[in-house]
């Protein structure tokens, strides 16, 4: 049996009066590529933001590689290997590519980055490992959307994720960038780094997936691996309407 790096249990979270969460359960293996799933409104992003510790729950329990967290920080979850893309991708696009790729390293000030040229270098190994060819000083703001995706992704493995959350991340690319996307995804796995990704497009699913966890109004619907899921069951378990009642 595989260990779970990631396990969540009975998280709930609440803005005001709108239950985001009531009691959702998480449960990714190491190694696998997880596919978060759910209609707009569903607590995808919510689960997310509270994985990484940029939101508290309100109840529930978090297990990251087998540590438990009663509360999780930002700093921590990062320490712990997590690191999420978000549809922004968090980047800043008024500095060069390699400036955004040291960015939380800086930050957390793991590393003495004393040495411009060492770092510079560190950084073209991390492009390289995702095949991403892209002039290391460019500003970012110059740079096509593919590409800052990309740069949030070598910035990942650069601060040594093991588990990588991407958050709807074919919203804004064209077929081609996706595939690119995907085939970086399925290197990503043969490295050893555990996906997390989310999505709301059955494709997407079927293509990329080894299992699925649904979401519907901040409840679980199903979890299992992808094999067990038809494109009927699929839009059955987001909708919670058949096919043919559409
Ligand atoms: P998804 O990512 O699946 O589209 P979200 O997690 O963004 O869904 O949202 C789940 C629910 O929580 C929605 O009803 C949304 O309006 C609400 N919600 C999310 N974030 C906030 C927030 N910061 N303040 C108030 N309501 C929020
Ligand atoms: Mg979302």
Excluded at 95 to 100: M, P, Q, R, T, Y
């Amino acid at each position: 049996m595989m260990k779970n790096i990631l396990s969540v249990t009975n998280i709930k979270k609440s803005f005001g009066g709108v239950h985001a969460l009531k009691g959702v359960d998480l449960q990714i293996k190491k190694g696998e590529i997880h596919c978060l799933a759910g209609e707009n409104g569903s607590g995808k992003s919510t689960i997310i933001k509270i994985i990484s510790g940029f939101y508290k729950a309100d109840d529930g329990e978090i297990e990251i590689d087998e540590e438990y967290y009663p509360t999780i920080t930002p700093a921590e979850a990062i320490n712990a290997g997590v690191q999420v893309i978000y549809q922004d991708f968090s980047i800043f696009p008024n500095l060069s590519v390699v400036e955004n790729l040291a960015f939380n390293q800086v930050l957390a000030n793991k590393k003495k980055i004393v040495n411009r040229r060492e770092f510079r270098k560190i950084a073209k190994e991390a492009i390289k490992k995702i095949n991403f060819k892209v002039d290391l000083n460019a500003r970012v703001e110059t740079l096509p959307v593919a590409d800052k995706q990309l740069i949030a992704i070598s910035r990942a493995l650069l601060d040594n994720a093991k588990l990588i959350i991407m958050d709807e991340p074919t919203t804004a690319l064209t077929k081609k960038e996706i595939n690119r996307l995907f085939e970086i995804i399925l290197d990503l796995k043969k490295n050893g780094v555990t996906i997390l990704f989310i999505s709301h497009k059955l494709d997407e699913v079927f293509e990329i997936s080894d299992s699925v966890t649904i979401l519907r109004n901040g409840e679980n619907v199903i979890s299992c691996p992808v094999t067990e899921l038809t494109e009927e069951k699929f839009t059955y378990f987001m909708t919670g309407r058949h096919f043919n009642n559409i």
